[in-house]
């Protein structure tokens, strides 16, 4: 049985088909239409609802992109659809907001930017002023094609101004929820949401032929963009043990199912230039449910972790019925999308060694669209310095090979050199021995090595200018200062 | 009989609430930030509704040796498969010329042109049958690219060509040329909602369609012709679309034809929605140009001659695409006088899918490329590139220039012939340029550049000066059906359509004003064939300007009766009627003044049996154009606007960031401010989108690669400037008589997000302290920016190396 709250009403469900999605399932059974589709692929955010997880005795709500969540992961949530905000003809503030500033012309959009709003709104003190990063965060997986986003944005700082009108039964249905293991029995395939692992051991040894899921955003794709089928789906988003995030004093050890939205806060405090990537990993709704084990475990050449992760040496745990391992990150990868990873394995946790106080790390996306969007290429480095040379250093790159991995030959030309300029313009000219990338629709394979050869510059000049604004993604409005900035002085070569 | 509420006479007499010039909210925002507002797809189905999905073509160019569909016919949940032998009556549904097969008979002419139709009772039953089908084909050579299809004269259309004067010769005797090419790529409208339509057969062997149409008449007009049926069987109704851009113009049509074969076939229901996927593929998008230039130019860089070519790469069929062509032409001049000129305009047929209508219907493509002539003048001679622009501004006159009966050239007439009789931009750009500070900023930020290692700030003022009229002559009607009730409340039904863009609420807010009553009084209502017939499209930004117009014929013919009857009532004249404050005032021969209020004289109207509703019709006056010679009047007027963009731009990696606009756009008496502004806001990040992260990218076989919001990349939340200063010019009605002298504002400032690609190409610029003018196609994604670094310090090395 998969059993949620929609609107505050209790769900039951025993045989909905296991790739059933959230969205699907609202519009086509449940006979809510006010979510809507606009892609299917969890890029526009016009699906967007919130779930609600009980945390510590609380429900907690998030943002998701019901068309590609499945409905056997919200087994024990509950579901606020835009349907579900507005009493009466008593506005929501984000809905109030949103009429009062002109925020909606077509209104396709209008239901997504609302649950987004109200996420913003709800998970914030009363009151509250957003910062402007912080309404970004809210509305970066909420595309709208007819306003040009400004009086959205006035939406959101003027949410503050309406009473607040929350239907508490309905955002904080009966307490006493169920434990149980969630699934569902169709005659087209079985969906299981197992509580601990070793029900999902049991179940990844049973059924080697079902496909695990954690946050979906990649898998679903399958069935929404590709049209396929599958007929055995393992949720194992609820396994308390795989979610977990933990200091230990050699590691940050992080469960193989945590978000990143759970991940966020502790990169904050032990890999901050990890966490700032953050912003341009994907939007909020994806962050909400992607994990770290599955952008590892999904092993696309263009996923924006496993190169830092690489850089950092991190180790993965392997586990299935028959034990555990750990390995090195930069060993996992056989070839595109082919990993080490066997039958009935699945992946416990990953785990990153801190970083030592001499030990600097720069991570670099480029992309043709800031927010949101897809690696051409993705740089990261993590440099020793011992006094002006370079004592040690680790790379990872991502969209430059068929899996992500390190440059060898850029490390090795970095190595024991000084640092400066010219070590890392010399480094440039090792890029095509490490790589030879693809033409493909997000680059060509000539920009994608003169844009690492300018990100290796850019690197070494904001290592040697650790104050100075030097990424457009961080400038917001036209004050910048030359004061701010690295002179031109400093690319001159020694 | 029952009143409003609303119009209680206790009430003290105010003014009516929500006429023309109030910032009144969008008719729907209550709806649709509830979920309320209905789009087709969430209509409830009626029982038996079948969904369709739609096989495509696996090559750019082919033949169809044979078609196998038996596996997809045995496909679970599959009723019906249609073919183009199932088609009824017409197969060809090309809007104005032919070439829009509704499925292939034999050649196909690009990858995933519809070749059967798959009808199940579930969307995804249908789309997995789709995969069944065995299909053998004889692969042709394709026609992919612009370059190809000039080399081999393939075209659509016929070339055509605008002359004003010598060209030739003002070249000759120009004292410097300047000359310059440019390659402008399409865009995906990207409409949130995407194509759909739903279908269900009448008992009149007839159709009832719901289509998500910007142009319902045609949409019903080529369902009859499909199922050969007479026009009057079909109804097509649009409540609103979740977006339309131009994409829903005439792409619309073929959803509705398709699920209405399939209904015709199986007697049901039937519903064809496209995935954003399909949507992509299968749907034509704005015209990728192919532009080139050569000025003459005096010492002032003003220009003395030009000769200018465009090239639309148009796809497989005409569609839209010769309007469109002639639009890139109409605006090749942007704001700027060619003197003697010569426009050639060619419409390359390749095997991609159809491209047609896009907000700005080719005049981007031809304003953008006028943009660039002042960015490659200024740097020729040396001079800030305002400067430039102004200087070429229509109705700037220059002593020097003189007409061959020696006096001043006054410098208004359009290389069609046209005089731009109302000149707005003169005072536009020098309010504009004074509030954005231009000139201030610009000396900042070449300090800055001048300091800073590899973020370089560029700037730009680029202006629009956009056409208002369908260029083809008869679309430049429309028709509303005003109802009057007898409680006072009033239904306002109009030809136009609703993506968004507030065209209910704006014609709502004109039959307010027309009877001087409250807003909330009146009624929009879904736009249907039934209600009002034979509509052109909306689109071409004339929706408020023909709608609005027939909307107050209908009021002013009801009003007539009401106005009529009120003086025939207190024995007076009728000029002594009037509405004011939702009640009609009659100055008795007493000369009292006599308040009824509006519900209780409609209802002794109703009584004295007045009609108390009428149809409108409009005609825009004063416009022609004789295609023989490329000389007339095309429109009715023109829309302006100017913007400035600053960017900051990373020469390191070509990533960049808008940092501020500013921009001014004329809109004439504004019907709406609000709603205004938000067509300026938008449409200023959709320019800003075409230009610059949305990149179709085709694969060498003709296969499109972006197709889909992750490949794809409008601008998201973060790419609009947080310092984004959009003002209406002030106090400047329409010279023309255009409804309450507001202007047309769909389209004009799509072309405002010009000034972000050439501030971009400013910022690249400053590296060579403004000598040379970078080459940037568009869209300049950092790739194509850092490119053009490139180019650019290389004319550096190569220039310090000869000075050396």
Known sequence: MIELYINGKKVEEHNVVPDMTVLRYLRTTKNLPGTKEGCGSGDCGACSVLAGDMVNGEWRYKTINSCITFLSQLHNKSLITVEGLSQGSQLHPAQQAMVDKHGSQCGFCTPGIVMSLTALFENAPPNADFSLHEVYDALSGNLCRCTGYKPIIDAANAMKNYPGTIDVSIWTPSTERPVDEGGSDHSEGQAWTPKTEEALKQLLNDYPDARLVAGATDLALEVTQMHRRIHKLVAINQIASLKTITETRDYLVIGGAATFTEIEPFLKGSFPEFAALMSRFASRQIKNSATMGGNIASASPIGDAPPVLIALNAEIEISSLSGSRWVALDTFYIDYKKTILGTGEYIRAIRIPHRKATEQLKVYKISKRIEDDISAVLMAINITQQGDKIAAVRTGFGGMAAIPKAGAAIEAALLNQPMNVNTFRQAGLKVSEDFQPFNDVRASANYRIQVTQGLLEKCALEMLNPQATSRVENVCTAKLHSDNVIAPSAQECV | ?804
């Not at chain 2, 009556?89 to 032919?98: A, K, L, Q, R, S």
């Open chain 2, 1 to 804: 009989m029952r009143k409003l509420v609303e119009l209680n006479e206790n009430k003290r007499i105010r003014p009516a609430k929500g006429k023309t010039g109030e910032s009144m909210k969008h008719e729907s925002a209550e709806k649709q930030v509830t979920g309320k507002a209905i789009y087709i797809d969430d209509m409830p189905e009626l029982p038996g509704t079948l969904h369709v999905a739609v096989g495509g073509s696996r090559y750019a160019h082919a033949f169809i040796k044979s078609i196998d569909l038996s596996a997809v016919e045995k496909a679970p949940g599959v009723v019906k498969v249609i073919t183009v032998n199932d088609v009824p009556g017409h197969t060809d549904i090309g809007p104005v010329f032919p070439g829009d097969p509704v499925l292939v008979e034999s050649e196909c002419e690009y990858i995933g042109q519809p070749i059967f139709a798959v009808a199940a009772d579930s969307h995804e039953k249908a789309k997995a049958a789709v995969g069944l089908a065995q299909i053998q084909y004889k692969e042709l050579e394709p026609t992919l690219t612009i370059d190809k299809a000039m080399e081999e004269q393939f075209f659509v259309r016929p070339t055509h060509q605008h002359k004003r004067g010598d060209a030739k010769k003002a070249l000759a005797e120009a004292s410097q040329i300047v000359s310059g090419d440019l390659y402008v790529k399409g865009q995906e409208h990207f409409y949130l909602e995407g194509q759909i339509s739903m279908v269900a057969p009448t008992e009149d062997g007839g159709m009832n369609v719901y289509s998500s149409s910007q142009h319902p008449t045609e949409v019903q007009k080529l369902v009859a012709e499909v199922l050969n049926i007479s026009i009057n069987k079909v109804n097509v109704e649009v409540r609103r679309m979740g977006g339309g851009f131009g994409g829903k113009e005439t792409q619309a049509a073929p959803l509705a034809c398709i699920a209405a074969i399939i209904a015709h076939h199986t007697q049901r229901p039937v519903k064809y929605r496209m995935s954003r996927h399909d949507d992509m593929v299968m749907t034509g998008k704005r015209h990728d140009f192919y532009n080139d230039y050569k000025v003459g130019i005096n010492e002032q860089g003003v220009i003395q001659g030009a000769e200018v070519n465009v090239r639309g790469r148009c796809g497989n069929s005409p569609d839209l695409s010769d309007a469109i062509v002639d639009r890139a032409m109409f605006h090749s001049d942007n704001a700027y006088y060619l003197n003697q000129a010569t426009v050639t305009g060619y419409r390359c047929k390749t095997h991609t899918v159809s491209n047609t209508a896009y907000r700005g219907f080719g005049g981007p493509q031809g304003v953008i490329t006028a943009e660039q002539m002042m960015d490659d003048i200024a740097r020729q001679i040396g001079e800030d590139p305002l400067t430039v622009r102004k200087r070429n501004l229509y109705g700037i006159k220059h002593d020097s220039m003189r007409l061959s009966d020696g006096s001043v050239d006054p410098r208004n007439q359009t290389h069609y012939g046209q005089t731009v009789e109302q000149e707005v931009l003169p005072a536009l750009i020098s309010q504009l340029e004074e509030s954005a500070e231009y000139w201030q900023r610009r000396e900042e930020i070449k300090q800055f550049n001048a300091h800073s290692a590899f973020l370089k700030k560029g700037l730009a003022l680029t202006p629009v000066k956009f056409g208002i009229s369908f260029t083809v002559q008869f679309l430049n009607q429309a028709g509303a059906l005003v109802h009057v009730y007898t409680d006072g409340s009033i239904q306002v039904n109009h030809g136009g359509t609703e993506m968004g863009q507030g065209l209910y609420i704006k014609v709502a807010q004109v039959v307010a004003e027309e009877f001087q009553v409250d807003l909330d009084t009146i009624q929009v209502s879904a736009t249907r064939t039934d209600k009002v017939s034979n509509t052109s499209p909306t689109a071409a930004s004339s929706g408020s300007d023909l709608n609005g117009m027939a909307a107050q014929d209908a009021c002013r013919r009801i009003k007539s009766g009401l106005v009529k009857h009120a003086a025939d009532l207190h024995k007076t004249s009728e000029d002594k009627v009037r509405f004011e404050s939702n009640h009609i005032v009659v100055i008795n021969d007493e000369d009292k003044e006599i308040w009824t209020t509006f519900p209780d004289f409609v209802q002794n109207a109703y009584m004295a049996r007045v009609p108390l509703f009428s149809s409108g019709h409009y005609q825009t006056p004063k416009i022609h154009y004789n295609r023989e010679t490329g000389q007339g009047r095309p429109f009715f007027y023109y829309a302006h606007g100017a913007s400035v963009s600053e960017v900051l731009v990373d020469t390191l990696t070509g990533e960049y960031k808008v940092t501020r606009v500013d921009i001014l756009q004329d809109v004439g008496r504004s019907l709406n401010p609000a709603i205004d502004i938000g067509q300026i806001e938008g449409a200023y990040i959709q320019g800003m989108g075409w230009l610059t992260t949305e990149d179709l990218v085709w694969s060498d076989n003709g296969r499109l690669l972006s197709n889909g919001p992750a490949t794809y990349k409008i601008p998201a939340v973060g790419d609009t400037p947080i310092d984004f200063r959009v003002k209406l010019m002030e106090q400047l009605p329409n010279s023309e008589e255009t409804i309450y002298r507001s202007k047309a504002v769909g389209e004009p400032p799509f072309m405002l997000g010009i000034s972000a690609w050439s501030a971009l190409r400013d910022a690249v610029s400053s590296l060579a302290d403004y000598r040379f003018s970078p080459p940037m196609n568009t869209p300049a994604t950092p790739e194509c920016v850092l490119n053009a670094v490139n180019i650019t310090k290389s004319f550096v090395a190569k220039t310090s190396a000869n000075t050396k």
